[in-house]
């Protein structure tokens, strides 16, 4: 079991910064690849990027390239997500997801956070 936490949400106004935590604890998390998804009202959740376990390789959703940032510290079991230029369009809830592979399928991870709200105001 992996139990993930997110932090780091709140309202921005557009062309701003928010960088979101997610802690990990239970098993090794440097054996995990993090991913980090989001979901908006009435939309399905889809991926915002991904990092292998090193940290070594990142992956983005095209609409994020750019503007986003995602790495990891295996020594503090915490994966991040550095959020610049923030769009009206990037607000929604904000997950953090463990896994054994890359992938931007939901369904591939299987431990997920409670999620962090994150509002871009224009």
């Known amino acids: 079991q992996v139990q993930l936490v997110e932090s780091g949400g709140g309202l921005v106004q557009a062309g701003g910064s928010l960088r979101l935590s997610c802690a990990a604890s239970?098993?090794?998390?440097?054996?995990?690849?993090m991913g980090w998804f989001r979901q908006a009202p009435g939309k399905e959740r889809e991926f915002v990027a991904a990092i292998r376990r090193s940290g070594d390789s990142t992956y983005y959703a095209d609409s994020v390239k750019g503007r986003f940032t995602i790495s990891r510290d295996n020594a503090k079991n915490t994966v991040y997500l550095q959020m610049n230029s923030l769009k009206p369009e990037d607000t929604a809830v904000y997950y953090c997801a463990a896994g054994w592979d890359i992938a931007s399928t939901a369904a591939r991870y299987g431990y997920w956070g409670q999620g962090t709200q994150v509002t871009v105001s224009s």
């Open positions: 239970g098993r090794t998390f440097s054996n995990y690849v």
